[in-house]
């Protein structure tokens, strides 16, 4: 009996009203008494008003849960982004480096090739015209094309003075 009665704590009946009547539970909004139906479950609200506040309330509830659920991914989703750009970047940094170094490879490679055609030019100049194709001065000359621009080498020739066949 009893417990029967803590469900209407903070009503103004007295317990032996709320005995006698069909009252069961009280208002899940105001707290009023809500009468058991003779037939059917007992209703959980006093009247329509108490039913659409509480629903609105829900709907409040479950719209403030959905907005902070759908900032946290836009959280998380920023942070990846943060993320994949600073790999990207690094990665971008790292390429950019190793094209540089390429390039000074390329242009170490490229002085050394023209120093040795040089040196062949001014000491034994009779190697140059007598090149044949897959031969060393052949080779040389490809490779100084290669890591400069076409025709590289020869211009190289003929700047230094050099008058006789170029070997292709």
Not at 115 to 120: A, C, D, S
Request: aromatic share 4%; proline share 4%.
């Amino acid at each position: 009996m009893k417990n029967d009665m803590q469900g209407f704590a903070g009503t103004r009946m007295r317990a032996s009203v709320i005995k006698r009547s069909r009252l069961k539970g009280v208002c899940r909004v105001c707290g009023k008494p809500v009468k058991k139906p003779r037939r059917g479950p007992t209703a959980r609200f006093c009247g329509s008003a108490c039913r659409q506040a509480y629903a609105l309330g829900e709907q409040a509830a479950a719209d403030s849960k959905k907005r902070l659920l759908a900032e946290q991914a836009a959280d998380r989703l920023t942070r990846s982004a943060e993320d994949y750009r600073t790999r990207a970047d690094t990665k971008r940094k790292r390429i950019l480096r190793a094209q540089e170094e390429t390039r000074q490879s390329k242009r170490s490679s490229r002085l050394a090739c023209m120093l040795q055609l040089k040196t062949i030019l001014e000491y034994k100049p009779e190697l140059i015209e007598q090149a044949a194709t897959g031969e060393y001065v052949v080779d040389l000359m490809n490779a100084i094309d290669r890591y400069g621009m076409q025709g590289d080498a020869e211009r190289m020739l003929r700047h230094l003075g050099y008058t006789g066949p170029i070997p292709q």
